[in-house]
Each structure stands twice: as structure tokens, then as C-alpha cells.
């Protein structure tokens, strides 16, 4: 059904569009002289100098995260790797000597593939990688630069308080 | 002939069998762990019980035998209880450790969990621990923590290898298996334990840790470590091989496979041909292909020529190797070459190390071609040599001929002594990269398959001989494994009578065809 | 006509349009984009340094002129190569010749050319920017470009008449064509106190005058030809240096415009109520001449605030405009002018 659509009838004044035309430019210079005087209604943020604070759960860079002893806590049981849609996590696996058996020997993060969906967090059943180190994966020159090691990873990991094997104590 | 009811389905089966394989037959379900095809019935771990109307309890399938009049049923809510509780007990003390065990993604105790119990565990006192991570064997890795006890593995040792050398230990919930003190586990079909154990409790040295199951691309294919030609499957991760497992095949290897032919992928790992080579330095393979070409014609039309063949060729390399043999200029002889017989059991392995010795034969003598004893050819100081394959023996002998040859031309997918000596050497496929046919001792005839595609320009032997004869000859020689079988087996005929030109390379099923 | 005459007119050139009116232009890129950007509550470029110095982002047009230059020219397959080549530098040359005859102080030496009939050779001369337009589309073998072109020309020409038609009562009014000999006309004062400006005498010709050359210099809200935003105009396979050239002529043209308002409508250089006695003659003249860059400068700006606030129009509407409101209402102003100038 058909709507029909109200229009007034416009008058002379209206048509001549020179009120109206004025009245757009008082805006206009309104906001230019209030913004060249004040700056009060900027919204802009200067990036590299001023940051947006980013919420609670904004998802960044990858961390691994450390044990009691800070050795690394993921056990390179490659969930992340299989969760990650873009394919950009590549494990080794190692024996290590204690008790945990194994753990990665290399863990890179391709952050050109990356999409920062935050699957390999959800799949991670040890809280050893997250996503919430606050940071941007900051761009580089050249490919090399974009794919993250496990120093680099663990860099900014911290200690996880997580039981192994997910459950909060 | 006792006929039986199951879920209400009639079914009638010879005397002796099971009621967990005649509900395989009729595709009902039934969970185990203890039970193998293979194995004798050991009726330990009580994962498929069913109801039967002959017993006021759940009895277990494996071990039942079926009788006339027997009712089963095995989808009631009594039997459901039954397996939600066994795998209950099962799961008491097994640490969970998946996110570390290489079995995680082909576990059957994690596919039951999470079909038949998927419920926290109620058991909140501190588990058992047992020995870890303990190497038991030059291939085996042991961790009882998380054995379930369903003593298959014993049960291969005894009975398939005919080498008891693993027992239970302990009791009660502290048992475990183990090797008898001071020993370990040696025996050529020690891996088959891995294959066996359904759960993560014995993994091979080998796999542990390269790469998790649920990313492999299995390739059907066939061992070519000795006449054999046991049915495997070759798991590939981003084109390369991680491991290699047996594949049911009744009439060939039922379900086992040696520890030699398993880890013979390690071979072709490294030492790879990666560029034709013209007198041991890399060249472009069409510039070798015309070098070759010219080099040909200038051969006299008299001289002696000699071909090696390999035993590990496929039927449709040999016959395109033959044919175009029968172009050269000279007066051509045929040697076999290949490895020597070696160690030899009642089991599987064969004393003859060639997968396709009887295939060589057959395709000789379709094309009405004699071979001569390769020590004897090499007697006569051919003037040309043409060598197939690699491994081939009397290797130190080869190469002196080649160097009193005015040609030699080599296809191989190693590199060594044959490849540097030769004129023109071409790279070719290891044996899990060919695609053909291969015939075994017994007259079986199996599809090989390739798992992997080389990074380099390698291709197979058919294919350097098409493009050759492209150059050289008139007539131009099929390079397509499936064109070369239908000609090379135009005369042959399957046991049962069937042409196997008719079926065709893809006609051959996964168990191959038996020819006479 | 001798050397000392060449080299005269040689450094006036110069000075009118290298110092002024192409720095000018240059910088009017920048305010606007700065000004745009202040009136949606942006800041606009200002990161543009040369070691710390930021300079509000001034240096943003030097910026731009080193990319414009360094960046690849690319000639579209097909394309007339030499008309691809002549398009932007007919836009921008003609439009710069225009300013041969504004003059920019009292007396002829601030005159590059003065010539009698000065008004005629600026409408002469500013058509040839439909050269540019078409030229340039056409040339580039594209679709769209010479679709954009054919916009521009039909609007170009269409409001060539109205810009025309009412200098034609500004004429009548001071009884001449020369710019000089208007600018002077306009220096008395109506009844002792209203400086007798073209747009006190010709209020609704300065405003037909202002719409029309606004949509000559086809920019919002007469953006049809280019229409940036989403349909593609007549340079849309012009890159680099081509492309700033006709950027470049789009904010010469605003001076142009800008010093063609101020000369017929705003007195030109004359300051009014000005009493130039006991102040020496060169500091007047000095005053005089920067009274009409300001005036310039403000008439700049008036025509960038109409492009940030109003939307583009629609075709059917910039014709209906064109041909049934401003041309009727120009001819009706020349008649009405005409009349009371023979009452009077």
C-alpha cells in the first residue's frame, strides 16, 4: 500500500531559498568560528599522541601467559591452531622434562593472516594465550616483522592464575 | 545356521560368531575397547554389554556367541546405564591429560565419553598416579596413567608377533602394563601396539608430538618394503608424511604392519634428487631431456646396451621403461637390479625386499623381453646403461660400468653415487609420491598412491620416458599411469576371470585384485 | 613598445599571479579542508612538518605539491595524448589570463593590461575554461569522464548567460566596461553617506552574479561535472600533476571570482569615506590595494562557506535554475535598470 506523502505547499519565501541559504550558512559559521575559537565541539583524537581508551574485553595483541615458574603454560596441545579460522598459528611441539610433558618449541603468530576473531583464546584450554594485552599489533616493513615468536608472545604474558586445564580456582 | 534377533532385526549367521560382529554386520553400534577383529576375546572392559533374554543381566557382546533364539537388545535404557557407568569406572583415574596426548582426535575413549557418559566426574578423591612418559621400547612410548587395561596391546605381542614381552602389573586400579625388568619392547611389529591401544596409554617414538591426528590427510597406498605390499595408509600434514598406518586388508596384512615398513618414509626425507644432473652437475630438465636426445642418436647402432629395471617400479613404469628400450639404437638386455633378500618371519615380512618383483616378471614376459642376472649383464661392459630406480645392489659394480660407458642415463629419487656418476640423471618419485600398481608374492595386485607432491621438479618415470620419446622416437609412448595400466594389462585377467583392462587403474578397490 | 615596457608587464605578471594569486590559491586548498573540517567538528590536516615546525598544517599544500609531482602520471590507453596534455593547462591558463585586467590599485601601473573594454576580455577569455572541461574529458577515453564533461560543458554554457547579462546593469549604471574606469565610478557617495558600491546600486545582480559564477567554477552545490563523491567527472582518469593542475584552477577561479565581485560590486580598491588629506600619497595607496586583497580574501571565504553548507543539485534542477529562474530574473534587472536610469 501506497503511502501517501505530505507536501506542503511552499511559498514564495520559502522558495527562493535565500532565507534558508542564510540560515545554513549562521549554522555553518556557527560551528567554524566555535571550533576555531574553542575547539569545544572537536571530536577528533589526535591518534599517535591521544589514544581511544579501549573497553574491557577489546581484543589486541596475543600474550602467553606464564606459570609459577614463569615457564610457559601452554602445552602446545595446537587447539588454538585448529580453532583459528585464518590459519596464522604454527606450533612445534617439544618434550620437556618435567612433569607437563610437552610444550611449544617455536609459537608464531602470523598477524598479517590474523583477524583477531579471539577463537584460539576461547579454544585454549589452558589460559596460556589471550588477547587482552591492550595493545595494537603495531604494523611493520616488512612480512618477517608481522610474524610474532614465542619470545616476542611471551614478552608481554603474565602469570594466569588458572588451575591447568581451564578451571578457576 | 542360528538365527537371532537383535533391536528386533533377524539375522542369521554361522555358528560361532560373536553377537558384537553380527551387530557390525547389521551396522548397529556397539562401543568397545577390548574387542579387536583381530585379537582373541578378552571380555575385560565390559564397554558392550547388551540385553540379552538368556540373562538376567547385561552380557557382553564380544564374548557371547550367537545361538538360535538369542533376543538382544541394545538400545534399552538399562544397557545406556550399564555404559554410562563403565565408562565411569573407566574414567576414575585417567589424568585427561588430551591437550598432551597424541591419540587426542582418534581416541576411542574420548569419542565414548562424549557419546555414551559426556558428565563431570563425581570422583573427588586424589587419583591414582602411575608411571609416565616412560619409554619402553626403541618405538614406544608407555603412559599408564592412562591405560585403561583392555590388554590389547599384550594380546598383539602374544598372539600376532608370537614375542610375549608385555604383562600387566599390579592390581586393582593400580594396574598397568608393562615390560618384563630389564627387557623392552623389540619386536619387528612393535608399533601395532600403538595402532591397537584405544586409548593414548602406548603412542609410537616416532609420532610423539609431530602433529595432532585431526590435521593429517590420510593416502591410501602400499608399503614397498618387501614383497609383501601391505596395505597402509600414509598420513600427510602439509605435504609431509607424519606417519604411516596399517590399513585393514584381509587377503594381505589383515590388520598389522611392520615397524621397517613404517618408518621406511624417513628414506626419502633427505638425499632427494632435486634437479636433472647432466655428469654430475644440476641442469634445467629440458635442456637435459634435449642434451639426452643427442646424446642418443650418436650411439652406434651396434653397441651393447643395457637396461636396469627395478623391482620397485610400478607395472606401468617397467612397461614404459621396456618399450622404450626397445627403440634404442644397439643390441638391449634387460637386468633386474633392486635390494637383496634379507630377514624374513612367518608373519608378514618377506625375505624378498622388492614390492613389485612379480609385477616385473609379468610385464617381462607380456612383452616377450628375457632378463639376465645383473652381475652377468655388468660382465658384458655395456656401452650404454640405462638404471630405474634406486637400491639397487651391487651399487659399487654399477658405477665402475658407468664410468667405462660411453652413456649412462640414471632415473632415481636420491641422490648418491648412481646420480653423480651418470651422464644424465633425472629426478623421479619415492615410493609414496608414484601413482601405478604394484604385485606382490602372493598375486595381489594393489593401487599405489601418491601422498605427497615433491616442491621440485620431480616426476615420475613414465612421465621423464613420455617426454623423451616426444624428442627421440616416431611414436609417441602414453605417460598417464591409468593409460599405461589399461595397455600393459590388456592380456592379464583378475582370479575370478574379470579382464583387468575392463576395470581400469581406478577399478582396483582398497583390498587390490588377485590375480591368478 | 620597447624592453622597459616588457619587462614592466613581465614582473607584474609576476607579482599578480606567482606572489599572489597562485600562492593564494595553494593556501585557499588548505583553509578550505581546515575549514571544512572545523565546521563538522573535525580538525583538518595539521601534521604536515618539516622538523618540529607543524605551522598549523600550512605546510600541507607544499606537501601536496611534491606528491602531486613525484606521484605516476598515467596516460589512459587510447586517450589523445596531446589534448590529455593541453586540457588541464588551457583550464588553468585561462583562468589566469583573466587576471590581466583587474586592476589592483589606483592608476594603471597596478594593472597588468589595462584595456577599455577589460570586462568583455574576462568573459571572452573565461570561457576557454569549457575547453578544459570538455577537452579534458573527452581526451581520456573514458565513459564516465567524457559523460562528466558533457555535464560541465551544458553547464558552463548555461550560466555563462546569466554571469554575462548581469554585468550588463553595472554597465548601464557607470557607463563603462573598463574595470578601472568602474572602480573610480564607484569611489562617490550616494546622498553624502552610501558609498555608491555595484551591489548597493545592483543588490539582485551581485546576488544572480554570485550564483552564476559559483556554478561556473562548478563547485558545490554545482558539483555536477566532477561530483567526486560518487558519480565520476570529466578528470576522473587524471592523476598526479594533471589532476592538480585542474584542482589548482578550481580555487584560482575563487580568486578570480572573488576579484571580479570585488572589483564590479565591492569598489574595487577604493576605501570609502576615506579623506586622503594629510596623509601621504604612497600609504594610501599602499591601504587601497590591501582593502582589496581583503576584500578578496572575504569574498573567498564567503563562497567556501556556500560550498560546505549546501548539497549539490540535481541536473533537472541546475537547468530549471539556470534557464527559468536566473536568466528571466537577470533579463528583468537589466529592464528595470534600464528604466530607472532613463527616469532619472
Known sequence: MAKLVDRPKADLVIRSYIPEVLRGLRVTSRHFWVNFLTRKNVVTIEYPEEKYPYPPRFRGQHRLMKREDDSVRCVACFLCATACPADCITIKAGERSDKNEKYPVSFEIDYIRCIFCGMCEEACPCDAIRLDSGDHKLPGYTREEEVLQKEDLLAKGGLSIAKQGGILQ | MPTLKIDGIEITVEPGTRIIEACDRLGIDIPRFCYHPGLSVAANCRMCLVESNRSPKPVPSCYEMAVDGLEIQTKTQKVIDARRAVLEYILLNHPIDCPICDKAGECDLQDLYFAHNYQPSRHAFAKFHKPKARQIGPQIMADSERCINCTRCIRVCDEIAKAPQLHQVNRGGRTYIDVFPGTEIDHPYSMCVSDVCPVGALTTKDFRFKCRVWFTNGTQSVCGECSRGCSIRIDTYRNEIQ?????????????????????????????????????????????????LATALDSVASGARVLVVLSPSMTNEAAWAAIKVGQKLKGMVRYAIGGREAGFKDDILICADKAPNRAGLALVLKTLGVEAVPLSAALAGSPQAIYIFGDDHHLEDVLVKAMDGAQLSVVFSAKDGPLANAASFAFPT?????????????????????????????????????????????????????????????????????TPLAASGLDGIGPFGIALK | MDWMFMLIALLKVLVVLVVFVLMLGAVLTWVERRMSALIQDRLGPNRAQIGNVRAWGLLHPIADMFKAFTKEDFVPAGANRM?????????????????????????????????????????????????????????????????????????????????????????????????????????????????????????????????????????????????????????????????????????????????????????????????????????????????????????????????????????????????????????????VTAIVLALS
Open chain 3, 83 to 335: 589534448l590529455f596534455f593541453l586540457a588541464p593547462a588551457i583550464a588553468l591558463a585561462s583562468t589566469l589570463a583573466c587576471f590581466a585586467v583587474i586592476p589592483f590599485g589606483p592608476g594603471e601601473h597596478f594593472t597588468i593590461a589595462p584595456l577599455d573594454s577589460g570586462m568583455l576580455f574576462i568573459i571572452a577569455i573565461g570561457s576557454f575554461g569549457i575547453y578544459g572541461v570538455a577537452l579534458g574529458g573527452w581526451a581520456s577515453n573514458n565513459n564516465f569522464g567524457l559523460l562528466g564533461a558533457l555535464r560541465g560543458a551544458a553547464q558552463l554554457v548555461s550560466y555563462e548567460v546569466t554571469m554575462g547579462l548581469n554585468l550588463v546593469g553595472v554597465f548601464a549604471v557607470f557607463g563603462t566596461m573598463s574595470l578601472s574606469q568602474l572602480v573610480l565610478g564607484q569611489g562617490e557617495l550616494l546622498w553624502g553617506w552610501l558609498p555608491k558600491w555595484g551591489v548597493v546600486v545592483q543588490p539582485v545582480g551581485f546576488v544572480l552574479f554570485l550564483i552564476a559564477s559559483m556554478a561556473e567554477n562548478k563547485r558545490a552545490p554545482f558539483d555536477l561535472p566532477e561530483g567526486e563523491s560518487e558519480i565520476i567527472g570529466y578528470f576522473a582518469e587524471f592523476s598526479a600533476m594533471r589532476f592538480a593542475t585542474f584542482f589548482l584552477t578550481e580555487f584560482v577561479e575563487i580568486v578570480l571570482i572573488a576579484a571580479i565581485a570585488a572589483t564590479v560590486f565591492f569598489g574595487g580598491w577604493q576605501i570609502p569615506w576615506l579623506d586622503p588629506q594629510g596623509v601621504a600619497g604612497g600609504f594610501i595607496t599602499v591601504a587601497q590595494i590591501g582593502f582589496f586583497v581583503f576584500k578578496i580574501i572575504a569574498l573567498c571565504w564567503l563562497q567556501m562557506l556556500i560550498r560546505w553548507t549546501l548539497p549539490r543539485f540535481r541536473y533537472d534542477q541546475l537547468m530549471n535554475l539556470g534557464w527559468k529562474v536566473l536568466l528571466p530574473l537577470s533579463l528583468a534587472n537589466i529592464v
Open chain 2, 429 to 497: 618419485m619415492s615410493p609414496y609420491e608414484i601413482d601405478g600398481t604394484w604385485l606382490n608374492e602372493f598375486g595381489i595386485l594393489q593401487r599405489v598412491r601418491p601422498a605427497l607432491t615433491p616442491t621440485w621438479d620431480a616426476r615420475p618415470i613414465e612421465k621423464w620416458l613420455g617426454a623423451l620419446t616426444t624428442r627421440l622416437l616416431d611414436e609417441q609412448i602414453a605417460d598417464d599411469p591409468a593409460e599405461l595400466f589399461v595397455t600393459a594389462m590388456s592380456s592379464v585377467n583378475a582370479l575370478d576371470g
Open chain 2, 243 to 291: 606417519r604411516i598406518m596399517p590399513r585393514e586388508n584381509p587377503t594381505v596384512n589383515q590388520f598389522w604392519a611392520c615397524d621397517a615398513g613404517r618408518l621406511a618414509y624417513h628414506n626419502y626425507e633427505t638425499d632427494r634428487l632435486q634437479s636433472a644432473k647432466a655428469n654430475g652437475q644440476p641442469v634445467a630438465s629440458d635442456a637435459a631431456i634435449t642434451q
